[in-house]
């Protein structure tokens, strides 16, 4: 057979023809799934995109809402193959959201997501504990290749593989690699384009007094095998596809054999450890090499120091706002305006209702989108580069003990961070926090950290009312304003967690048991593909819903009841006529009237009593309303109503809020209203997407309806506060 | 090793939160059923050497490196108390 020839890679090593004689290649055309785990920083992930590149996309597994990655993989010139990358894991005995996918994939063979077979990376410079996940993965009697990643640096430690030996022990074929410079992934690939039976070695048998149930569930189900069975008596409270009936009847015999899931779970890692230990005895020689101390380590004590390590730490978090809001901003506007250059292009040449749609509603909206992709882009870059040097492990470390006295965990840290730049990926990273209540609330307090749709409110009434002074000769206090209400949010957020803490009976544990990895250099190209995956999810997803409710809002504002609008529009033109106003101002003035007697306006004049109180009225009602769905509304909507027409710039909507007036004739906006309406945009939950994310990631409108009356309600009280202590 | 004032101490049994920064051990067993899953899985394997790497700014959590592989784990000083050392 032409496939069994030995195939040499550049590491040395050599698959052996032995493993590949089962195989038979498969036939052509066929689409392969195969499924790819491993541990957290095995270089899974390297691996993934060094099979896939930017042949990835990001769905939702069937029936549940954690993001699914999928790529096709050309593995010959005839054969491709849809490769699954799962999250990482340590066993196959889920403890958080993450680790569940991977069970809800491999307990179900008549599924159609079921994988042809599993390709397993493990990191060879610490394959014991790899190897752990290995062994439960071969016994539920996938075809499987181990992907023996990182031999470079196991070289490095002394450790010496025999891959030969290795693989007649294990039963699979194994490929040693270093995926990171792409090392052994030609290999791989013909054997992944192979045909494998399942593995031929069993590594661990469940105790003789579980038998009887173990087949009793095997044969109820129609089970391949005892060890698939026994993770049935172990999750089959979790397993989604199960009916109520399945449940109560393994259930029933869980409690009749008196089975122990905790001791035999122990009983079961210590059995398969001591097989591991066997196998390596004969396949693994370690040299101690008199080694210097690791670099990691070194690093490490200025970077987790009680004193640097804050610092430098705040430092990192300075250096990534100054990105995100300073150096995104030269793009942003090119952006902005370049949709703006569009819109007016479409204005200027064509007409009609359905024009006014698309430019004034849809790309209105997909401006008010597509304008953040550099921040967001900005945004993860950062956070995929301190993931993958390692350092946001530090980080995680560093905040543990401070975060839990606010009910929080180390590993709120980056969604907290991430809130900064937009919620909605912010809470969808919550999902590697194991413990239900320390998720539940870093969920519910994200959207409080101010996100930066709310910067263009922020900057908009700063300027208005805050004097553009200089502080201690260096500070401006312009800046300090702004600065003093993203402290707010940061403040609401905490506070919010630490009541919540007290609030929320539930007794569960809290873990914090966290590999800390090695500091890698940043593979740039896993950076690169991480912020063009995450923009393309932002832009899909965000995009939608913000280009619906443009529509939306755009329909609600140009139309009004019954034909008040056109009366509205007549009473203007006449007055108008007399005033001797130029053309410009009186399509300012119609537009204003117009949009006072839509459907929006009626709106904002029946809101208008219920936020009198917070000093606004019912034009600021209007902008409210429109920016409940997203706050990027606010300011297109502020300068419709003060009619000031599509062309106008930033200075020009300040312009003319400082022109209105009140009753009185005094400027409308004191800064009283200011302040008011800035706390309001603090606090307020005014954000769809963010709403449908925790809608997403708890499974329920529980906490999303929570959320929103609660970050409502403070922003209601905060403002009502504010309103009337300055006024 | 520093000496123990009290004599009584040192026949007492011993877990990782016990060991002084990079003092070492091994592990006899892991009190805390529940947890024990959790720490197995990571490698804090009966008859592993343990050693007590650094501690957090604050005091918690810790690290420890396991056996001989270049392995660092962190975690609380409650969950380190669960595991318990060889005499």
């Given at each position: 057979m032409a496939g069994a020839a030995t195939i040499t890679n550049p590491t040395g090593a050599a698959v052996s023809a032995a493993v590949l004689e089962a195989a038979s290649p498969r036939l052509p055309g066929t689409l392969t799934r195969i499924a790819l785990i491993g541990n957290p920083n095995s270089g899974k992930s390297s691996l993934f995109n060094q099979l896939t590149g930017l042949n990835q996309k990001v769905g939702n597994f069937p029936g549940v809402t954690v993001d699914r990655k999928t790529g096709v993989s050309q593995l010959t010139p005839q054969h491709r193959a849809e490769i699954i990358d799962l999250p990482g894991t340590y066993s196959?005995?889920?403890?958080?959201?993450?680790?569940?996918?991977?069970?809800?994939?491999?307990?179900?063979?008549?599924?159609?997501?079921?994988?042809?077979?599993?390709?397993?990376?493990?990191?060879?410079?610490?394959?014991?504990?790899?190897?752990?996940?290995?062994?439960?993965?071969?016994?539920?009697?996938?075809?499987?290749?181990?992907?023996?990643?990182m031999m470079d640096v196991a070289e490095q430690h002394g450790v010496k593989i025999d891959v030969?030996?290795?693989?007649?022990?294990?039963?699979?074929?194994?490929?040693?690699?270093?995926?990171?410079?792409?090392?052994?992934?030609?290999?791989?690939?013909?054997?992944?384009?192979?045909?494998?039976g399942a593995p031929s070695v069993h590594f661990y048998d469940p105790d003789e007094d579980l038998l009887p149930m173990i087949r009793q569930i095997r044969y109820y189900f129609n089970l391949h095998n005892d060890y698939l069975?026994?993770?049935?008596?172990?999750?089959?409270?979790?397993?989604?596809?199960?009916?109520?009936?399945?449940?109560?009847?393994?259930?029933?015999l869980t409690q009749k054999y008196g089975f122990d899931a905790t001791a035999q779970q122990a009983q079961e890692t210590i059995a398969r450890y001591a097989r591991i230990n066997d196998i390596l005895l004969n396949t693994v020689s370690v040299t101690r090499t008199e080694r210097n101390e690791p670099y990691s380590n070194r690093l490490d004590r200025v970077l987790t120091h009680k004193v640097w390590g804050y610092l430098i730490?705040?430092?990192?978090?300075?250096?990534?706002?100054?990105?995100?809001?300073?150096?995104?901003?030269?793009?942003?506007?090119?952006?902005?305006?370049?949709?703006?250059?569009?819109?007016?292009?479409?204005k200027a040449n064509l007409h009609g209702p359905l024009i006014d749609l698309l430019t004034d509603g849809v790309l209105a909206g997909?401006?008010?989108?597509?304008?953040?992709?550099?921040?967001?882009?900005?945004?993860?870059?950062?956070?995929?580069?301190?993931?993958?040097?390692?350092?946001?492990?530090?980080?995680?470390?560093?905040?543990?003990?401070?975060?839990?006295?606010?009910?929080?965990?180390?590993?709120?840290?980056?969604?907290?961070?991430?809130?900064?730049?937009?919620?909605?990926?912010?809470?969808?990273?919550?999902?590697?926090?194991?413990?239900?209540?320390?998720?539940?609330?870093?969920?519910?307090?994200?959207?409080?950290?101010?996100?930066?749709?709310?910067?263009?409110?922020?900057?908009?009434?700063?300027?208005?009312?805050?004097?553009?002074?200089?502080?201690?000769?260096?500070?401006?206090?312009?800046?300090?304003?702004?600065?003093?209400?993203y402290l707010l949010g940061f403040l609401a957020a905490i506070f919010s967690a630490?009541?919540?803490?007290?609030?929320?009976?539930?007794?569960?544990?809290?873990?914090?048991?966290?590999?800390?990895?090695?500091?890698?250099?940043?593979?740039?190209?896993?950076?690169?593909?991480?912020?063009?995956?995450?923009?393309?999810?932002?832009?899909?997803?965000?995009?939608?819903?913000?280009?619906?409710?443009?529509?939306?809002?755009?329909?609600?504002?140009?139309?009004?009841?019954?034909?008040?609008?056109?009366?509205?529009?007549?009473?203007?033109?006449?007055?108008?006529?007399?005033?001797?106003?130029?053309?410009?101002?009186v399509d300012m003035q119609v537009a204003s009237q117009r949009l006072e007697n839509s459907y929006a306006g009626t709106f904002g004049r029946t809101v208008e009593p219920v936020i009198r109180p917070l000093g606004f009225d019912w034009k600021i009602g209007?902008?409210?309303?429109?920016?409940?769905?997203?706050?990027?509304?606010?300011?297109?909507?502020?300068?419709?109503?003060?009619?000031?027409?599509?062309?106008?710039?930033?200075?020009?909507?300040?312009?003319?809020?400082?022109?209105?007036?009140?009753?009185?004739?005094?400027?409308?906006?004191?800064?009283?209203?200011?302040?008011?309406?800035?706390?309001?945009?603090?606090?307020?939950?005014?954000?769809?997407?963010?709403?449908?994310?925790?809608?997403?990631?708890?499974?329920?409108?529980?906490?999303?309806?929570?959320?929103?009356?609660?970050?409502?309600?403070?922003?209601?009280?905060?403002?009502?506060?504010?309103?009337?202590?300055?006024? | 090793m520093p000496a123990r004032p009290t004599p009584a101490k040192s026949v007492a049994p011993r877990s990782v939160k016990d060991l002084s920064l990079g003092e070492s051990g091994t592990i006899c067993c892991l009190k805390d059923p529940e947890m024990a899953l959790k720490l197995l899985e990571m490698g804090c394997i009966p008859g592993t050497t343990v050693r007590l790497n650094s501690r957090a700014p604050l005091g918690c959590p810790i690290t420890l490196v396991l056996g001989d592989e270049d392995y660092t784990l962190s975690l609380r000083v409650n969950e380190a108390a669960t595991i318990m050392l060889k005499e």
């Open positions: 196959l005995y889920p403890k958080s959201l993450d680790e569940k996918v991977i069970t809800d994939l491999l307990y179900d063979r008549t599924s159609k997501q079921y994988p042809d077979f599993v390709v397993i990376t493990a990191d060879a410079s610490n394959i014991r504990r790899n190897l752990l996940l290995f062994t439960q993965l071969a016994d539920l009697g996938l075809p499987a290749v181990l992907a023996l990643n030969e030996a290795l693989q007649r022990e294990l039963g699979v074929p194994i490929i040693p690699m270093n995926a990171r410079k792409g090392i052994g992934v030609a290999a791989l690939k013909i054997v992944m384009s192979q045909e494998l069975a026994l993770h049935y008596a172990h999750q089959f409270r979790q397993i989604n596809f199960l009916t109520a009936d399945e449940r109560a009847y393994v259930e029933e730490f705040f430092g990192v978090l300075f250096l990534m706002f100054q990105a995100i809001f300073a150096w995104a901003q030269y793009p942003m506007d090119l952006i902005d305006q370049g949709v703006a250059w569009v819109n007016s292009l479409i997909l401006g008010g989108v597509l304008m953040f992709v550099p921040q967001i882009a900005m945004l993860f870059a950062f956070i995929a580069v301190l993931e993958e040097t390692g350092y946001m492990a530090r980080v995680t470390f560093m905040m543990d003990r401070i975060m839990r006295k606010f009910g929080l965990n180390g590993k709120s840290v980056v969604p907290l961070i991430s809130g900064v730049a937009c919620a909605v990926p912010a809470i969808m990273s919550a999902r590697t926090i194991e413990n239900w209540k320390d998720r539940m609330i870093t969920i519910f307090v994200t959207p409080l950290m101010s996100c930066s749709a709310r910067i263009p409110v922020y900057t908009v009434l700063i300027a208005l009312v805050v004097p553009d002074h200089k502080v201690l000769g260096i500070f401006n206090l312009q800046g300090i304003a702004l600065m003093g209400l630490l009541a919540l803490k007290l609030l929320l009976r539930r007794k569960e544990r809290s873990y914090f048991i966290m590999e800390f990895p090695v500091y890698r250099w940043p593979r740039w190209k896993n950076v690169g593909i991480t912020i063009v995956e995450k923009v393309k999810t932002f832009v899909l997803q965000a995009g939608k819903v913000i280009v619906a409710i443009s529509v939306i809002l755009w329909v609600l504002a140009s139309y009004g009841p019954g034909n008040s609008m056109a009366r509205a529009e007549q009473r203007v033109r006449a007055s108008a006529a007399q005033q001797g106003l130029t053309a410009k101002e209007i902008a409210l309303i429109t920016s409940f769905a997203a706050r990027e509304v606010f300011v297109g909507t502020i300068s419709t109503i003060y009619s000031v027409g599509q062309d106008a710039d930033m200075s020009t909507v300040q312009q003319k809020l400082a022109a209105e007036k009140d009753e009185n004739g005094q400027p409308f906006f004191t800064p009283a209203r200011a302040f008011s309406l800035l706390v309001f945009y603090v606090f307020a939950m005014q954000c769809m997407s963010t709403l449908a994310a925790t809608y997403r990631e708890t499974k329920g409108w529980r906490w999303p309806i929570m959320q929103m009356l609660y970050m409502t309600g403070l922003a209601y009280v905060s403002s009502l506060v504010v309103f009337q202590l300055m006024k | -």
